[in-house]
C-alpha cells in the first residue's frame, strides 16, 4: 500500500492550496480518509475527515475555510484549503482506514509572506 501526498508548498496569508493524497495498492474498501497535521513541537492533530458515505468533520480550526472530499474511483482524497493563515504551517498527512490504517509520508505547508 502507498498513499502518495502532493500539493503542499510555500504560500502566502490568505493564499490556497489543494492537497491531494492518492492511495495504491489497497484491495479492500475504503471506509474513512483523512488529513491531519503536525506544527514543530506540537502533536498531530486531525484537520478533516469523510467517510466513505461522504459525511464530513472538521476541526474548529479548519471550518469555513477547508474543504474535504474523495474520489474513489481514484482512492484520493483532497483538502482545498483557503485563507490560509501562518498558524496552519505544519507538515499534512493523509491517513485512510481500511481493515488497518495507512499513513502518508506528509506534505510540508509553509505559509509566510
Known amino acids: 500500500v502507498q498513499l502518495v501526498e502532493s500539493g503542499g508548498g510555500l504560500v502566502q496569508p490568505g493564499g490556497s492550496l489543494r492537497l491531494s493524497c492518492a492511495a495504491s495498492g489497497i484491495i479492500f474498501r475504503i471506509n474513512a480518509m483523512g488529513w491531519y497535521r503536525q506544527a514543530p513541537e506540537n502533536q498531530r492533530e486531525l484537520v478533516a475527515d469523510?467517510?466513505?458515505?461522504?459525511?464530513?468533520n472538521y476541526a474548529d480550526s479548519a471550518k469555513g475555510r477547508f474543504t474535504i472530499s474523495r474520489d474513489n474511483a481514484k482512492n484520493t482524497v483532497y483538502l482545498q484549503m483557503n485563507g490560509l493563515k501562518p498558524e496552519d504551517t505544519a507538515v499534512y498527512y493523509c491517513k485512510v482506514v481500511t481493515n488497518q490504517v495507512y499513513w502518508g509520508q506528509g506534505t510540508r505547508v509553509t505559509v509566510s509572506s
Open positions: 469523510i467517510t466513505s458515505g461522504n459525511t464530513t
